[in-house]
């Protein structure tokens, strides 16, 4: 599958500071906002109960392209993001347009908000077109699991 390269430099696309959020506001944002995924960004429908089941673009990063990922796992690592204040900056009452996630392989994870509806969200992996990206969210991951 030939996936298209990020384009540019997004400035909305950088990590807030850990500062940024605090825990009753991180806790606020994992209730608030639901991971529902996106078929686009699937090549194994898994649990997801998608109609149709899949329906992987060229144009998009499947979110399982190494391995076929559940729901509830996909769910633990965008609430893993939230928590560890892996979120792009936001207006006060907001939510973020992005967050990301590490998984126990090392793979990186971004969720995407969705434009008819902020709260929800769907994920992909970033792949190898995205290098600058995956090592900058990892090096974020690393320092603040610390």
Request: net charge positive; with cysteine; charged share 35%.
């Amino acid at each position: 599958m030939s996936i298209r390269k990020r384009q540019g430099n997004r400035p909305d696309r950088r990590i807030a500071e850990t500062g940024f959020t605090d825990d009753a506001s991180r806790k606020e944002l994992a209730t608030r906002l639901r991971y529902v995924g996106s078929a686009i960004h699937k090549l194994h429908p898994g649990n997801y109960g998608f109609t149709p089941p899949q329906n992987p673009r060229p144009s998009k990063s499947p979110c399982d392209e190494i391995r076929a990922i559940l729901r509830e796992e996909a769910v633990d690592l965008f609430r893993s993001g939230i928590s560890k204040g892996m979120v792009s900056e936001f207006a006060p009452g907001g939510a973020p347009k992005y967050i990301w996630s590490v998984g126990t392989d090392g793979e990186v994870y971004e969720a995407k908000a969705r434009p008819e509806q902020e709260a929800d969200y769907h994920r992909y992996r970033l792949g190898e077109d995205d290098q600058a990206m995956r090592e900058y969210v990892k090096k974020e991951w690393r320092r603040r699991c610390q």
